[in-house]
């Protein structure tokens, strides 16, 4: 009897210290998730304050300029797409010599 409550106390100790090093490692594995969160919001806003220097933000000269630019493209677009599809002459230097007969027209006048 003396050896089965020495046994069923052994038992007893080692499951208390099994709940022990559970308990610890669950603790430890939260702290290690806060300080993983922590680190990635951490390079999260780094990132992105090196995209900011990287990538400035651009003045609204330029934004106004890519604006204009992108309308242009647009406007081509149809005349461009006839001539590529061979269905109408070269859309640039139409445009050129009727450019060159109306300033010369304008300078004479």
Known sequence: V???????QQ????????NKEKA?????AETAFRRNLSLLMDIEAAEKSL???IHPIPSPEVVSLETLY??????????????LLGR???PIGVE????????VQNEAQ
Do not use: C, G, H
């Not at 003396?2 to 069923?8: A, D, I, K």
């Not at 038992?11 to 099994?18: C, L």
């Open 24 to 28: 610890s490692q669950m603790q430890a």
């Open 88 to 90: 109408a002459p070269y």
């Open 51 to 53: 995209q900011t220097r």
């Open 96 to 103: 050129n010599e009727n450019e060159a007969e109306n300033t």
């Open 2 to 8: 003396s050896q089965r409550l020495m046994v069923l």
């Open 70 to 83: 992108w309308a242009s493209v647009e406007e081509y677009i149809p005349k461009w797409e006839q001539f």
């Open 11 to 18: 038992m007893e100790n080692k499951f208390i210290d099994e």
